[in-house]
């Protein structure tokens, strides 16, 4: 029988994390994310299952308590809101460069800086290009529903563990805090076995020791590391995941993800009562990004309309994918503010309907 | 009397522990940090925990520490090892969990790391090396660069007006909860090396007796950083560093 229940995105983040079997949590309180620990301390997850939960006492400290736990194989999470999720970009390298599998959740706030606590989708940078130093790349899952808040947990784990890579859950304040049914996965094991080949648990006598670093001063030696790194990034094109809403006729494509995606498909509904053959195009996945199908769609569509959270993050590689066929612009609101379906249609008939 | 009358077990006076890889180590001649890396690999071996034991090497001279300790290591970013080794311990609670850090390492960039696992009182152990310079990066002030003491970023003496002045990190931590056993050693001679290497054991065994953290400070000389020969660094420690950072048990 389904286990349903209403709650917040990050409660939902919460609950998932215990049912998915994730060994650790450390992380630092932020507005909107700290549902996120207090859910967790409240259902005493070390009696439920054994995970551990820890406030640590910066990000700096949560980010690099993830690197070492993740370092002995065991599934470990955290999650913080921008400022915060900038002050983890070191650590968040050092992951990447470790190839380290984890789980990291960012319920992004408007910024630059302190910001606002309001939604936003301005770290679609920072998420999908590196934001720590060096050439990396993260996993990006972009949820549109408190239902995804909780099923990319378990797919960001599966995700990071086939990789070893971190895994990145980039959500927003409206995502995180909004309330949905849910439908709950049952509980999952904790894993008590684990790969001796990389993991510091440890050197026992049938194996030689081993070494979590990025370090290598070589550059021989880091010149192939940073080959591997790149060949493993390319390979994670077959993972890629996306949404199609009313696209098989259209002609104008909006491209959208997480909050943004939700209006998006109002604005299909309203476009297409109107007559107006509208499409939506959402990528679940950010990286890799679903590059090759809106390269195919730039073929059957005459416009594209990428809408965001930001001031036009994530269409710079909508323009990449469709290389100029067709033309491409940018809508979105900025600094925590939420653009209505009314506004996104406007501004579709303005630049493309009616122009055309 | 023939060689090989001599090479026998019970003339064995002296054997280097075979959890000192084969690497040469990439410390100056003269510093303190190979005999510490012996002293700690000594101890995980004589306690039967290699296979129970993880190190967290730290960023500066002692970055490649995990070359020459042939235990299961993570390298760590500049500061935070004692978050690292939080990370490990929490999860892995039966597991031996060193961190090994300088002091521009863990008294300056990693402060709060430092202090927080200290207050937490997490069951790790710290070692310390205090030679009061950033050796690896080319000799520049650190936060426990004495009064007066020339470095390349302080070439006319740590001015204490301005500079600020050095401080006592290890005391500083004494006086909190969560740390159970703080002691303050040096390995420039036999004697101390034989005491060094027992506060090491002492704080290992407290690991496994789950009594919270322990942190061992080693005063150790930087004859490079110095400019000094390493004669004249142990010296020179002896008569400077040891009024300020006086040895024992805190």
């Known amino acids: 029988m389904k286990e349903l229940a209403l709650m917040k995105g990050n409660e939902a983040i919460a609950e998932a994390a215990i049912r998915a079997g994730v060994d650790g949590y450390f992380g630092y309180p932020i507005t909107p994310q700290s549902e ?52 983890m970009q070191e650590g968040i390298s050092y992951i990447a460069g470790a190839e380290l599998p984890c789980l990291i959740v960012n319920v992004v706030r408007g910024g630059p800086g302190l910001g606002t606590i309001q939604p936003s989708q301005a770290d679609y940078f920072q998420s999908t290009k590196g934001g720590g130093h060096g050439d990396y790349r993260l996993i990006v899952l972009a949820p549109a529903s408190v239902q995804e808040m909780a099923d990319f947990v378990d797919l960001g784990f599966e995700l990071a563990f086939k990789y070893r890579n971190p895994a990145l859950i980039l959500t927003d304040g409206l995502i995180g805090q909004m309330m949905e049914k849910v439908e ?39 010149y192939e590391h940073n080959l591997k790194l790149q060949a493993k990034y390319k390979s994670m094109e077959q993972d890629v995941m996306f949404e199609k809403t009313e696209c098989d006729d259209a002609d104008f494509l909006l491209v959208a993800y997480g909050s943004s995606a939700r209006i998006c498909q109002k604005v299909v509904e309203m476009a297409r009562s109107r007559g107006k053959k509208v499409g939506l195009l959402r990528p679940q996945t950010l990286f890799p990004f679903p ?46 503010k939420i653009h209505s379906p009314d506004d996104v249609l406007n501004e579709l008939e303005k630049k493309y309907i009616g122009g055309y | 009397m023939e060689v090989k009358e001599i090479i026998r077990p019970e003339n064995l006076v002296y054997r280097r522990t075979p959890l000192m890889t084969d690497a040469n180590l990439s410390y100056c001649p003269g510093c303190g940090h ?8 000594e101890v995980v071996e004589e306690m ?66 430092t202090i927080h696992a200290c207050n937490r009182g997490e069951n790790i152990t710290i070692f310390f090396v205090n030679n009061g310079i950033y050796g690896m990066t080319g000799g520049q002030m650190a936060p426990t660069t004495l009064e007066g003491m020339k470095s390349s970023t302080s070439p006319y003496g740590r001015n204490n007006a301005t500079m600020g002045p050095p401080y006592k990190i290890t005391e500083m931590v004494a006086q909190l909860e969560g740390v159970h056993y703080v002691t303050r050693q040096a390995v420039h001679k036999p004697g101390p090396v034989r005491k060094a290497k027992k506060a090491i054991r002492k704080a290992l065994e407290l ?39 006086p040895m024992g048990d805190i």
């Open chain 1, 36 to 87: 996120v620990m207090e859910y967790l301390m409240l259902q005493k997850p070390e009696e439920r299952t054994g995970m551990v939960v820890l406030q640590a006492e910066s990000e700096v400290a949560s980010i690099n308590m993830l690197y070492g736990a993740a370092g002995t194989g065991k599934k470990v999470m955290t999650s913080s809101s921008s400022p915060g999720i900038s002050l």
């Open chain 2, 34 to 41: 190979g005999t510490v890396h012996r002293l700690i690999m």
């Open chain 1, 291 to 336: 590059s090759v199908e809106l390269a195919r769609m730039a073929r059957k569509v005459k416009g594209m309309m990428a809408v965001e959270l930001s001031a036009g993050q994530m269409v710079e590689d909508v323009k990449l994918a469709v290389n100029g066929r067709i033309p491409v612009s940018h809508y979105g609101m900025v600094g925590g």
């Open chain 1, 184 to 222: 709950l996965s049952p509980q999952k094991e904790r894993v008590t076995e684990f790969d001796q080949s990389w993991v510091t648990t440890g050197k026992t006598k049938d194996r030689e020791r081993n070494i979590i670093t990025s370090l290598n001063l070589d550059p021989d030696l880091q």
């Open chain 2, 207 to 245: 690991q496994k007796e789950n009594k919270g953290l322990s942190l061992i400070e080693f005063v150790s000389n930087c004859n490079s950083g110095w400019k000094m020969t390493p004669n004249d660094s142990n010296t020179w420690m002896e008569e400077n560093m040891f009024p300020f950072y």
């Open chain 2, 48 to 113: 039967g925990i290699q296979e129970d034991t993880i190190g967290i090497a730290p960023v500066g001279c002692s970055v490649l520490a995990y070359d020459f300790m042939n235990i299961d290591c993570t390298q760590a970013a500049h500061g935070r090892a004692p978050a690292v080794a939080t990370g490990i311990k929490r999860l892995w609670p039966d597991k031996y969990v060193f961190t090994y850090q300088g002091d521009g390492d863990l008294a300056a960039i990693g402060t709060a790391e």
